[in-house]
């Protein structure tokens, strides 16, 4: 993953890709971005998708990622692979975490779960990358 410096002199972006192993997600790949303020270490960075993906732990509209419970558990020696292993297995469980940011998919997943995976199907396949 390059490191990409920010114009903006409060953060920085590292771009990569995530394979997650799970279904419905397991048959693409997906970039994020990591955003890391100047206090990084200090501050949890923020992580968004790139390419869309159907899931209640990411907003539809920027793709920022919810951090709710890392937050609680991050420390300033956290490493940046902890905080992709993080994501990976947000991902992965595919399912809604307390404080989802899409009240929507959450309600999908928990009252028909068949038409939740469905549409995260056709979005992995939609939007998803090769994972070559």
């Known amino acids: 993953m390059p490191i990409v410096y920010s114009n903006d002199l409060h953060a920085n972006s590292i771009y990569g890709r995530i394979f997650p192993t799970k279904d419905p997600y397991c048959f693409a790949s997906f970039r994020i971005e990591i955003r890391m303020s100047i ?20 907003q539809r509209d920027s793709g920022r990622c919810c951090f709710c419970n890392f937050k609680k558990q991050y ?3 956290t490493s ?3 905080v992709i292993e993080h994501v990976l297995n947000i991902v ?3 399912y809604p975490l307390e404080h989802c940011n899409d009240d929507t998919i959450t309600n999908l997943y928990c009252n028909n779960y068949e038409q939740f995976y469905k549409t995260a199907l056709e979005y992995t396949f939609k939007y998803g990358l090769p994972r070559q």
């Open 92 to 94: 992965d469980s595919s």
């Open 80 to 82: 940046l692979v902890e």
């Open 39 to 58: 206090a990084y270490p200090f501050n949890v960075p923020e992580v968004f998708f790139l390419d869309s993906i159907y899931h209640s732990a990411v």
């Open 75 to 77: 420390k300033p020696t």
